[in-house]
């Protein structure tokens, strides 16, 4: 499974929740409305900003560009983009979207991405978080008490040089239906990124429909 965060942060340096279903993450409020139709559908319902008030990167500015992601663009980040298409395949992988906000050091990162099926979309959620905790190093929680069954969150308080991380940061992966949302923060501290994810997860669920 891939690492996006990682090759992203590349690209930088050069230039109220409550669980509905077990293992799937559903807000209190959540939004109605059928499920997107195809990428530009699943762009629509990505936060716009941040609490932090970090200035949103164009997509273009970054490598590789974030916004729109097909199964093939997502596949190329791994080493072996044929063995990751077909994991990816037979997951159900429909369609993606990524959203960077960054200045003086701070960096935030959502990515939401939308499979066939519920099933899908907890493998791979489960997927992200266990090769971003080999990357990124740390003891991920699993059972976050401020985000609903279905997430898993991990803070870094020193990340190693090679990692890409400037500062202290943390991360959230969550199944909700057939959407899995990535959330990744870095900031003045862990327990700061930490606060800021939680808060991004929960506006993040809230945009989603139920599928």
């Avoid at 063995?83 to 003086?104: H, K, M, Q």
């Avoid at 898993?152 to 090679?162: I, K, N």
């Amino acid at each position: 499974m891939t690492r996006r965060l990682g090759l992203v942060l590349v690209g930088l340096l050069a230039t109220g929740c409550s669980a509905a279903v077990p293992g799937t993450a559903t807000p209190v409020a959540t939004a109605s409305g059928g499920l997107p139709g195809d990428a530009a559908g699943l762009g629509d319902l990505v936060l716009t900003d941040v609490p932090s008030g970090l200035p949103r990167v164009p997509d273009d500015e970054l490598d590789p560009p974030a916004g729109p992601k097909t199964l093939d663009d997502v596949a190329g980040y791994a080493d072996d983009a044929q063995r990751e298409a077909d994991v990816l395949t037979d997951y159900g992988y429909r369609w993606g979207w990524e959203r960077f906000w960054r200045e003086e050091g701070g960096l935030t990162s959502v990515f939401l991405d939308q499979f066939d099926g519920t099933t899908g979309a907890a493998s791979y959620a489960a997927d992200l978080a266990r090769n971003d905790t080999d990357y990124y190093g740390g003891n991920p929680d699993r059972t976050p008490a401020q985000l609903p069954d279905g997430c898993a969150t991990l803070s870094v308080d020193e990340p190693a040089e090679e990692s890409g991380l400037t500062g202290p940061a943390a991360f959230a992966w969550c199944a909700h239906g057939p959407f899995t949302v990535s959330v990744a923060v870095v900031g003045d501290t862990s327990d700061a990124a930490l606060a800021e994810v939680e808060d991004l997860v929960d506006e993040q669920l809230d945009r989603l429909p139920r599928g």
